[in-house]
């Protein structure tokens, strides 16, 4: 073979060799915000989790013998003055808080040489039942409390927008009875009494009727009326596959924009408004002779009379008011334009947004287990599982979105896990609680081989769950 061409070749499989370790060393630094916004996300739900059992069991005056954040081999612990082990282990996914008890006591009295009579006496199984159950609720406890705060937080540092659903346009293509119903620029306010502001609202409302059938009724305001009207949509089997409740509103038949409403949020110290009199939570009716629903509509008058003596009707608390204000200008892209000198929205108050935080914990806990009974029922697609490759691909997106994208998706997720452990599945808290409960109406325990094919058929319950979700992760990659 000629020398240059088996320079060539070689320079070929060379380059071919240093292009695939390039690529592949890209991918895995690629990669890495991922894992390190799945480790923070995981860790903090699995030690809030695991703090709240620690925490109560010791109120209990029940010996823990370790605190792991992890499953597997020990890679580093410390000891605190009670004796308890605080642990991180080798796999990064779960954790524990393992309590004496006497059944281990009795089965490996290996494991619990060297305690004294004191942390041997104080065992989980020898305290009383309330005990026990309040020691099982508290780590699904801590994790409500921990969306809570990150609610609250969230709701304390952003802007209500203060937004409703308006309908675009209602598709007559549609063979659906909402096509006929609804007309456009109908506001939505309520759906079978559970009132909507967001997209995330009338997405979770619907798909909470997946299945259903029967009557939806809708609360809206329409221009042509002063007050509410009610319309009563018929469904029969409703949002029957998997790719129907991706967009529940499309197959209602309609196109949904959300629309600020016309509520005065901050006012510009000095500014066109501030002079006027306008002030934080005024809502503007009209301006001059236009009609106004929405705050683009504000936007746009303003917009078109710069240097304008313009005439506000507003609602201010209930009161009607008329101002004139005096529009100033500025110049925005070589075009003189109107200024106002607001923003819309309103900020909350700690009690609102605490407020807000309960409900939407609250809210989000009842939407989860109906989807988990109508995954069960086969009303709603499986295929929204995820596992942990799911969880780490939502992390990484929501770290580069921002704090408090991550924050709220923390949230979300740690309302499914008390409520996915409280499920009446042995081996989860719930299940526990569920022998507990079995125990206080026999006045004995459940027989200890019965015990042990429960705790079994849990854990293959619970394994093959999350091989399914892990292979709902994988299938999304192909």
């Not at 008390?418 to 459940?446: F, H, S």
């Not at 619970?462 to 979700?469: E, N």
Request: proline share 4%; aromatic share 10%.
């Amino acid at each position: 073979m000629n020398t240059k061409l088996k320079i060539f070749i070689a320079i070929s499989i060379i380059g071919s060799y240093y292009a695939y370790i390039t690529d592949s060393w890209s991918y895995l630094l690629s990669l890495i915000p991922y894992l390190l916004a799945f480790a923070v996300l995981l860790g903090v739900l699995v030690t809030i989790h695991e703090f709240g059992h620690f925490i109560v069991a010791r109120m209990c005056n029940v010996y823990v013998q370790r605190f792991s954040i992890g499953m597997g081999p020990v890679f580093y612990k410390k000891y605190d003055k009670y004796g308890t082990e605080f642990a991180l282990s080798a796999v990064p996914l779960g954790g524990y808080v393992s309590m004496i008890t006497n059944k281990l006591i009795e089965l490996e009295p290996e494991s619990v040489k060297g305690l004294s009579t004191e942390q041997l006496k104080n065992t989980f199984d020898s305290k009383p039942k309330w005990q026990r159950a309040s020691i099982m609720f508290a780590g699904p406890l801590a994790n409500f409390l921990l969306s809570i705060f990150i609610f609250t937080a969230i709701f304390l540092n952003t802007i209500d927008p203060q937004t409703v659903p308006v309908i675009e346009k209602a598709n007559q293509d549609i063979k659906y009875i909402s096509s006929s119903s609804f007309e456009t620029k109908d506001k939505i306010l309520s759906i079978n009494n559970t009132i909507v502001k967001d997209a995330k609202d009338i997405n979770l409302e619907l798909l909470s009727y997946a299945g259903f059938s029967g009557e939806l009724n809708f609360l809206i305001s329409r221009t042509t009326s002063e007050e509410p009207l009610n319309i009563d949509l018929s469904v029969i089997d409703f949002l029957p596959t998997s790719e129907s409740q991706k967009n529940p509103t499309e197959y209602l038949g309609v196109d949904i924009s959300y629309m600020m409403m016309p509520i005065i949020g901050k006012v510009l110290s000095g500014g066109a408004a501030d002079q006027g009199g306008l002030k934080t939570n005024d809502i503007v009716l009209k301006i001059g002779s236009t009609d106004i629903s929405f705050a683009d509509d504000i936007r746009k008058v303003v917009t078109e009379n710069p240097e304008t003596n313009l005439e506000f009707k507003i609602n201010r608390n209930g009161e009607i008011l008329y101002l004139p204000i005096s529009i100033s200008s500025q110049l925005d892209k070589e075009q003189i334009v109107g200024i106002l000198g607001v923003s819309f929205g309103t900020s909350r108050s700690i009690g609102q947004s605490f407020s807000k935080g309960v409900y939407e914990t609250y809210n989000l806990s009842i939407k989860t287990l109906q989807f988990i009974g109508k995954m069960l029922t086969g009303n709603m697609g499986t295929e929204n599982l995820s596992g942990p490759i799911g969880i780490a691909q939502m992390a990484g997106n929501t770290a580069q979105a921002g704090f408090l994208p991550f924050m709220y998706l923390m949230a979300l997720l740690s309302i499914s896990l008390a409520v996915l452990n409280l499920l009446p599945i042995p081996v989860l808290d719930g299940g526990q609680l569920t022998l507990l409960a079995v125990e206080a109406i026999r006045g004995k325990p459940l027989p200890e081989k019965v015990e042990n094919v429960i705790y079994t058929g849990g854990a293959v319950l619970v394994m093959m769950l999350m091989i399914f979700a892990v292979f709902n992760d994988v299938s999304r990659f192909f």
